[in-house]
C-alpha cells in the first residue's frame, strides 16, 4: 500500500517572517491531527535549513525540499545550488523539472536527466515533474509526451536508483490556471504511467512509485482526485500558502 504524499510547492512567494509563521502553524497543525499522509514543504531554498532545524526541534516529521538544483557537482557556476549543498541543508527532496523550470529555463532531458542522477548520487529524493500543453492535450498527444518525457530521463535509471523516485504528473494547461484535470483524466494518465513503469522496471516497482498529481488542487476538488487509485498524492501550488487550504487538503487524504 503507498502511503500519500502531500507536498507543498511554494515557488518564489512568502517572505521571512511570513514563511516562519506559516511552516510553524503547519507543525502545530500536524502535531495536532493523526495524519494518514506524509507531508512535506518546498519553500525557497534559503529558508531550507532554518525549515530543517525547526522540523528537529519540533520532532515533526515533515520533509523540507529544494524546488530546483545545479546539474552540475560544484565550481564555477554562478547562483547555482548543488545537490550535496541541498543534501548537507537537511532537505530530503528536490523538485525536477517543473514546468515553469521547463519553460523559462529551458531544461532539456539531458539537463533533468543529469540533476536526478546529482541527487541520487547525493541521497535526495528526485521529485521528477512532467506534464503535457494545452495543445497536447487538445491534439491527443498527451501520452506520447509524457512518455517521451519519462523515457529520456528518468527511465535511463536502473532499478535501484529509479525506485527512490517521485513522480509528479502535473498537466501544463492546469499549473495556476484554476482549470484541473477531472479525477477520470488524473487516474487515466496515472495508469497509464504505473503501466509504462511496469513494462520498464516490473510490477514490484511499479505497483510502489508514488505518482503525484499537481494542477490547481484545492480543498474543494482534493478528495475526488486524491482518492483516485493511481494517485499517490498531490503537488499543491498556490493552495499550500494558507494553511487553513493546504490543512484542508490534507485532511481529506484521510
Ligand atoms: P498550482 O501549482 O497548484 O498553483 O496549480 C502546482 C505546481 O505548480 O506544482
Same mark, same amino acid.
Given at each position: 500500500m503507498r502511503k500519500k504524499l502531500i507536498a507543498g510547492n511554494w515557488k518564489m512567494n512568502l517572505e521571512w517572517n511570513e514563511a516562519m509563521t506559516f511552516f510553524? &502553524?503547519?507543525?502545530q497543525f500536524e502535531k495536532s491531527n493523526a495524519l494518514n499522509a506524509d507531508?512535506?514543504?518546498?519553500?525557497? +531554498?534559503? !529558508?531550507?535549513?532554518?525549515f530543517f532545524e525547526l522540523? +528537529?526541534?519540533?520532532?515533526?516529521s515533515i520533509g523540507v525540499g529544494a524546488q530546483d538544483c545545479s546539474a552540475m557537482n560544484a565550481g564555477a557556476y554562478t547562483g547555482e545550488i548543488s545537490?550535496?549543498?541541498?543534501? +548537507?541543508?537537511?532537505?530530503? !527532496?528536490?523538485?525536477?523539472?517543473? +514546468? =515553469?523550470?521547463?519553460?523559462?529555463? !529551458? =531544461?532539456? @532531458?539531458?539537463?533533468?536527466?543529469?540533476?536526478?542522477?546529482?541527487?541520487?548520487? @547525493? #541521497?535526495?529524493?528526485?521529485?521528477?515533474?512532467? #506534464?503535457?500543453?494545452?495543445?497536447?492535450?487538445?491534439s491527443g498527444n498527451h501520452t506520447f509526451v509524457?512518455? &517521451?518525457?519519462?523515457?529520456g530521463t528518468i527511465f535511463e535509471l536502473s532499478e535501484e536508483q529509479f525506485s527512490k523516485v517521485v513522480i509528479a504528473y502535473e498537466p501544463v494547461w492546469a499549473i495556476g490556471t484554476g482549470?484541473?484535470?477531472?479525477?477520470?483524466?488524473?487516474?487515466?494518465?496515472?495508469?497509464?504511467?504505473?503501466?509504462l513503469?511496469?513494462?520498464?522496471?516490473?510490477?514490484?516497482?511499479?505497483n510502489s512509485i508514488r505518482i503525484l498529481y499537481g494542477g490547481s488542487i484545492k480543498p474543494s476538488n482534493a478528495n475526488e482526485l486524491l482518492s483516485q487509485p493511481d494517485v499517490d498524492g498531490g503537488l499543491i501550488g498556490g493552495a499550500s500558502l494558507k494553511v487553513e487550504d493546504f490543512g484542508a487538503i490534507i485532511y481529506s487524504c484521510q
Amino acid at each position: 500500500m503507498r502511503k500519500k504524499l502531500i507536498a507543498g510547492n511554494w515557488k518564489m512567494n512568502l517572505e521571512w517572517n511570513e514563511a516562519m509563521t506559516f511552516f510553524t &502553524n503547519l507543525i502545530q497543525f500536524e502535531k495536532s491531527n493523526a495524519l494518514n499522509a506524509d507531508l512535506a514543504v518546498f519553500p525557497p +531554498s534559503i !529558508y531550507l535549513r532554518h525549515f530543517f532545524e525547526l522540523a +528537529s526541534d519540533k520532532e515533526s516529521s515533515i520533509g523540507v525540499g529544494a524546488q530546483d538544483c545545479s546539474a552540475m557537482n560544484a565550481g564555477a557556476y554562478t547562483g547555482e545550488i548543488s545537490a550535496s549543498m541541498i543534501r +548537507s541543508l537537511g532537505s530530503s !527532496y528536490c523538485l525536477v523539472g517543473h +514546468s =515553469e523550470r521547463r519553460e523559462y529555463h !529551458y =531544461e532539456s @532531458n539531458d539537463v533533468l536527466s543529469e540533476k536526478v542522477e546529482r541527487l541520487l548520487e @547525493n #541521497g535526495v529524493t528526485p521529485v521528477f515533474c512532467c #506534464g503535457e500543453s494545452l495543445e497536447d492535450r487538445e491534439s491527443g498527444n498527451h501520452t506520447f509526451v509524457i512518455d &517521451n518525457q519519462l523515457d529520456g530521463t528518468i527511465f535511463e535509471l536502473s532499478e535501484e536508483q529509479f525506485s527512490k523516485v517521485v513522480i509528479a504528473y502535473e498537466p501544463v494547461w492546469a499549473i495556476g490556471t484554476g482549470k484541473t484535470a477531472s479525477p477520470e483524466q488524473a487516474q487515466d494518465m496515472h495508469a497509464f504511467i504505473r503501466e509504462l513503469i511496469h513494462s520498464k522496471y516490473g510490477a514490484e516497482i511499479a505497483n510502489s512509485i508514488r505518482i503525484l498529481y499537481g494542477g490547481s488542487i484545492k480543498p474543494s476538488n482534493a478528495n475526488e482526485l486524491l482518492s483516485q487509485p493511481d494517485v499517490d498524492g498531490g503537488l499543491i501550488g498556490g493552495a499550500s500558502l494558507k494553511v487553513e487550504d493546504f490543512g484542508a487538503i490534507i485532511y481529506s487524504c484521510q
